[in-house]
């Protein structure tokens, strides 16, 4: 047998192994995984290299073979492109599919939702029962979850009123810590942006005041086009001495007695929030007020009206002097 002869035998049997190597891989890349369980979260760390990457699925209960993976990864140009983050696999996933997944990011995100008018309480318990969540605020009272946010306030003893109402994303078992940290900062920016927007002559020393006045009306009304006059009824009342006289703040020093109505005699048992009993704002907000409150405390309605009563469809009457408002409460409470 000749040497060409040789060489053309060797160099054909090399071009067989190779094309069988190459449909071997296919057919593994193309083939179904087994998982257990059947479904399973895997999270790739930031900063990983392509064979982290595997070893972190592996490691995850995603049985891809690393040294097929990071081939078929950069045979497709894919190894710049694997991206941190939480993902979700199930039973009969194929390795093809597991690279895909992790190249276009399609992280497996949670949320957590926070309403606006929610108290600090309500909130708390919402992030307690998410089951995404790690939960390292259990067991901690209200001022050491501040301080364990770094929060200055942490003073006052409760978060109310500091925590903006929004929809949060996360990758699973992220701490619970860390979706207080983005609500606290996004309310501080809301409210230093609605701070310096603010009207000229507001009757409001600080934003935390602004921010208490936010939080009564985000509890006094529903309908947002209602609330700049809800807003300047208030700020008229702090700036002729008037109590605020609302319910909501007594509702909320009522604590757990409160039953779901008011009578004549909580409103004059005396509590640190009874705006009927005391002059002036609350020592804290009572809600989580959202940016319309926030604006609305900001920018008043120009107007002297003093009163207000529902008409019992979510709006309000607004009055100027007490005979109007009597007459306003004749119609539409007495239904006089």
């Given at each position: ?31 179904p ?62 390795p ?5 997944k ?42 050491d ?99 605020l ?11 757990e ?26 020592p ?25 009563v ?27």
């Amino acid at each position: 047998m000749s040497l060409f002869t040789k060489c053309f035998i060797a160099g054909s049997v090399a071009v067989a192994i190779a094309a069988a190597g190459v449909a071997g891989g296919y057919y593994w890349a193309r083939s179904p995984l087994v998982l257990s369980p059947a479904q399973l979260d895997v999270t790739v760390k930031p900063h990983s290299s392509l064979r982290s990457v595997t070893l972190q699925l592996n490691r995850g209960g995603v049985p891809v073979e690393p040294e097929l993976f990071i081939v078929m990864t950069r045979l497709l140009g894919l190894q710049s492109d694997l991206k941190s983050g939480n993902y979700e696999f199930k039973s009969g996933v194929t390795p093809y599919e597991v690279l895909q997944k992790i190249a276009r990011g399609d992280v497996n995100e949670y949320v957590a939702t926070i309403i606006e008018g929610w108290t600090f309480k309500r909130m708390r318990a919402e992030l307690d029962a998410n089951p995404a969540l790690t939960h390292d605020t259990a067991g901690m009272s209200d001022a050491d979850l501040m301080n364990a946010i770094n929060a200055p306030e942490a003073t006052l003893g409760n978060g109310e009123g500091l925590f903006f109402p929004d929809t949060y994303l996360f990758d699973k078992n992220t701490s619970d810590l860390d979706v207080y940290r983005r609500a606290y900062r996004l309310m501080r920016l809301r409210l230093d942006e609605a701070w310096v927007a603010r009207a000229p002559n507001l009757p409001y020393r600080t934003p935390y005041d602004a921010l208490t006045m936010a939080s009564i009306i985000e509890k006094e009304t529903g309908k947002k086009s209602d609330r700049p006059m809800v807003a300047a009824v208030f700020a008229n009342r702090l700036r002729v001495g008037m109590p605020l006289q609302t319910d909501p703040t007594v509702i909320y020093g009522m604590g757990e007695s409160y039953a779901g109505h008011i009578r004549k005699k909580d409103l004059q048992t005396d509590t640190p929030y009874n705006t009927y009993t005391r002059m002036g704002l609350p020592p804290t907000p009572i809600s989580l007020p959202g940016v319309a409150s926030l604006q609305a405390a900001m920018n008043p309605a120009q107007s002297t009206a003093l009163y207000f009563v529902s008409r019992g469809d979510g709006s309000s009457i607004f009055s100027d002097t007490l005979g109007d408002h009597n007459k306003a409460v004749d119609k539409y409470i007495r239904g006089q």
